[in-house]
């Protein structure tokens, strides 16, 4: 059984943060908590210049939560600490003073978008469909609403959570503004993110600085925002409906 991670490897002043999960690169906390920390290190390591979002593997770049863990939650508590996971990686996006592209080879689901949608600037492969399947299993993608939605835009926001078992399209996602370009191969969108980091890497790190703060204007309140959330799918969690769907998804 392969190993989960959150690795950071640094080149060229480029700061590669990957992560990865046997299980379709879904999210438990201990490697929500780690890619949250590798986040904050990278944005305050100063050889670094740009971060590189990406996750292992070639066929999913992130399933969402981990339904094994969402099924052993008990109490309300334990459910928003879970999906507080998410807001805090989401937050800790927001808050690096780095720009940080998006390197999304495959499948993105749930909490897998919000990690797309949460990057300064998102390239992805033709692969890279997308969906929303929260309603469907019984409670809300409520954490990443605030960045889908300010993404994409209110309606695509809502076109993906009510139709919650249909994948859209990589096309899809660039036409609502989640991917900025999209490629034919993974070769392809790694030469592509290669090229992008490297100039924007020698660019005035002060100016990229600033710009970032320009990009993420009007959002000084998503601590509270998320948390809010988190603790809206913390309870729904509990529900009879979700514990059954859960255990038939498993």
């Known amino acids: 059984m392969e190993t989960p991670y959150v690795k950071l490897k640094v080149e060229n002043r480029v700061g590669y943060i990957e992560f990865f999960h046997p299980n379709k690169n879904s999210m438990p906390s201990d490697v929500l908590s780690q890619l949250g920390q590798t986040i904050i290190s990278a944005g305050t390591d100063d050889k670094i210049k740009v971060i590189v979002l990406k996750s292992g593997g070639n066929r999913t770049f992130c399933a969402g939560a981990s339904f094994n863990e969402l099924i052993a939650i008990e109490d309300a508590e334990t459910g928003k600490q879970f999906f507080m996971g998410f807001a805090n990686v989401i937050n800790a996006m927001r808050k690096c003073p780095k720009l940080i592209i998006g390197r999304v080879q495959g499948k993105a689901v749930g909490g897998g978008v919000g990690l797309a949608a949460a990057t300064d600037y998102c390239l992805a492969t033709k692969y890279a469909s997308i969906k929303l399947s929260e309603l469907s299993i019984g409670i809300g993608p409520f954490v990443i609403e605030p960045i889908v939605s300010r993404k994409m835009g209110g309606n695509s926001m809502a076109q993906m959570t009510i139709n919650a078992e249909t994948f859209f399209s990589a096309e899809y996602g660039k036409e609502k503004g989640l991917f900025s370009e999209i ?29 970032k703060k320009v990009f993420w204007k009007d959002t000084q309140y998503w601590d509270q925002l998320l948390a809010e959330r988190a603790e809206i799918s913390g309870k729904l969690v509990l529900s009879k409906f979700t514990k059954k769907t859960l255990k038939r998804f498993r």
């Open 183 to 211: 490629f034919e191969t993974t070769e392809a969108l790694d030469d592509a993110v290669s090229a992008l980091v490297e100039k924007l890497s020698g660019y005035n790190p002060e100016a990229l600085a600033e710009m």
